[in-house]
């Protein structure tokens, strides 16, 4: 088993920025693809980023590429998603997730086998 525990979310103005930082315990942390998905009221939950075991490959949808990073500390077991020039539609729940699976299919989530409670992130207008 891991166990994840999300942390960082908050209140922010549109174009400010957040850290999200996800705590990993249980299994060899190194064993897993970490990834951030996000799920607003009403809509289907949402992949955000992946990050390899290693952490040199990273992958984003088009939405959030060029404002949000994830990245990992592998000595630390956790996983961080810097957030920027945030905007209201990136309001959500925020959830991290591991996989031990391959690179690929990264964005579906039933390929990810652990998955955190989840930080609210809200950004008014």
């Known amino acids: 088993q891991v166990q994840l525990v999300e942390s960082g979310g908050g209140l922010v103005q549109a174009g400010g920025s957040l850290r999200l930082s996800c705590a990993a315990s249980g299994r060899t942390f190194t064993n897993y693809i970490m990834g951030w998905f996000r799920q607003a009221p009403g809509k289907e939950r949402e992949f955000v980023a992946a990050i390899s075991r290693s952490g040199d490959s990273t992958y984003y949808p088009g939405p959030v590429k060029g404002r949000f990073t994830i990245s990992r500390d592998n000595a630390k077991n956790t996983v961080y998603l810097q957030m920027n020039s945030l905007k209201p539609e990136d309001t959500a729940v925020y959830y991290c997730?591991?996989?031990?699976?391959?690179?690929?299919?990264?964005?579906?989530?039933?390929?990810?086998?652990?998955w955190g409670q989840g930080t609210q992130v809200t950004v008014s207008s």
């Open positions: 997730a591991a996989r031990s699976g391959p690179w690929v299919g990264l964005s579906v989530t039933n390929r990810y086998d652990y």
